[in-house]
């Protein structure tokens, strides 16, 4: 579960970076490059859930008690 965690945490900067860079392009200019990035957003982001739905299985991990 703690692994599943910081992979996630990882995988949510990707894709704050790669919603960021989406909002900086053109699509109108560069639709190819639009739709690649479009693509690699989508896929971590179903990557991202993935690793939530696993770390959520093992139940929450808490420090002390």
């Known amino acids: 579960a703690i692994m599943a965690r910081m992979q996630e945490r990882w995988v949510s900067n990707e894709v704050a970076e790669l919603r ?3 909002q900086r ?3 109108d200019e560069d ?3 639009y739709m690649a990035t479009f693509a690699d957003l989508t896929a971590l ?3 991202r859930r993935s690793l939530n739905e ?3 299985a093992y139940g ?3 420090f002390g008690n």
Request: no cysteine.
């Open 31 to 33: 639709k190819e490059a």
């Open 25 to 27: 392009m053109r699509p």
């Open 45 to 47: 982001e179903k990557y």
């Open 54 to 56: 696993r770390a959520n």
């Open 20 to 22: 960021a860079q989406m």
């Open 60 to 62: 929450e991990f808490t």
